[in-house]
C-alpha cells in the first residue's frame, strides 16, 4: 500500500517529474502535471482526460491508496536538435 506521504512526494518534486500509477487491477494512469492528482488519507483522486474526444471534458477517478502497487517516473523523450 502507498502512504499519503510516498504518493505527494512524487506530486512536490521539484522539480515535477510525470510519472505513472500502476494498480493492482492492472489499471495505470500518467499523472504529467501535479495539478490532477489530489490526495487524501485513504485514497487518491486523478484526472483522467479525454484525449481522444475533442472539447470533452474528463471525468476524476478515485482510487484506494491499498490498490496502488507502485510508481515509477515516465520516460519523456527528447527530440535531437536539428543540425
Not at 15 to 28: E, V
Not at 42 to 52: G, K, V
Amino acid at each position: 500500500m502507498m502512504t499519503p506521504r510516498e504518493v505527494l512526494g512524487h506530486i512536490a518534486a521539484e522539480p515535477f517529474r510525470p510519472f505513472r500509477i500502476h494498480t493492482a487491477s492492472g489499471r495505470d494512469f500518467e499523472v504529467r502535471h501535479p495539478e490532477v492528482v489530489q490526495v487524501g488519507r485513504s485514497t487518491l483522486t486523478i484526472f483522467d482526460p479525454l484525449a481522444d474526444v475533442p472539447d470533452a471534458e474528463g471525468t476524476w477517478i478515485k482510487l484506494s491508496l491499498m490498490l496502488i502497487e507502485s510508481i515509477e517516473p515516465l520516460e519523456i523523450s527528447v527530440r535531437p536538435a536539428n543540425h
